[in-house]
């Protein structure tokens, strides 16, 4: 049974592979000091949004990805990280080795679910990395602690923050118990590492959605804000 879980909510660069990977280790050094077991990253964490043509057409960028990869596996001594690698697939971590990379989901690993829908599979532990973007992410968080209390398993789900072309993520990662109950939630707009007890409560932050559809921009900026 897993006890604490580090969630690492950010912001990462389309394209800029060294400089999501340096956050991402960043993140891992602080969840080994935090004694969490698992560490978790959005979809695409490594690699930031580009766009799927621009993946099939320089295929160098795979093998930058991977660079950086391996360098990251380096520092994951003592913890399991899981986190979005390149072009929606998803890479496993574990001391100093990378044990899997996932491209069909979901997809179950030493009884730890991972997906990027509300799809799953029986396990002890389930671990969505899905981005959802503003508009989404209330009707997803809605729908988590249903599928947390069908299966009667902790649901850990983690957003990105951040904005890139038309898309944009508010964040506001979270987790659930077994019974479907909110026991964590990270703040919107902002990136953070969460560390969760999945034995209690933890903290809570509100759920910040805009749901002002905005039809038409003026050219004085400032009326639009």
Not at 17 to 42: G, T
Not at 73 to 100: D, E, H, L, R
Not at 166 to 179: E, H, L, P, R, T
Request: charged residues 20%; proline residues 2%.
């Amino acid at each position: 049974m897993f006890n604490f879980i580090g969630i690492a909510q950010i912001d990462s660069a389309a394209g800029n592979f060294e400089y999501n990977a340096k956050k991402i280790i960043e993140y891992i050094k602080i969840s080994q000091e935090s004694n969490a077991e698992i560490v978790v990253f959005p979809q695409n964490a490594l690699c930031g949004n580009l766009l799927e043509n621009v993946f099939l057409r320089h295929p160098y960028l795979k093998q930058e990805c991977e660079k950086w990869l391996n360098g990251i596996a380096k520092s994951t001594q003592n913890i399991t990280v899981i986190m979005g690698y390149f072009n929606n697939s998803t890479a496993i971590i574990k001391n100093g080795v990378v044990v899997k990379i996932i491209e069909e989901y979901p997809c179950v690993y030493e009884n730890i679910c991972v997906t990027n829908s509300l799809k799953s599979k029986k396990s002890e532990l389930i671990i969505n990395l899905k981005q959802t973007m503003n508009k989404d992410v209330l009707s997803l968080q809605n729908s988590l602690p249903y599928q947390a209390n069908e299966y009667k398993t902790p649901i850990i789900y983690v957003n990105s923050v951040g904005a890139t072309d038309n898309m944009s993520y508010i964040g506001s990662s979270c987790a659930y118990n077994q019974d479907g109950q909110l026991i964590a939630r990270a703040k919107s707009f902002e990136e953070e590492l969460l560390i969760v007890n999945l034995s209690k409560s933890n903290e809570i932050n509100s759920l910040t959605v805009c749901d002002k559809k905005q039809d038409e921009f003026s050219l004085d900026y400032e009326a639009d804000l």
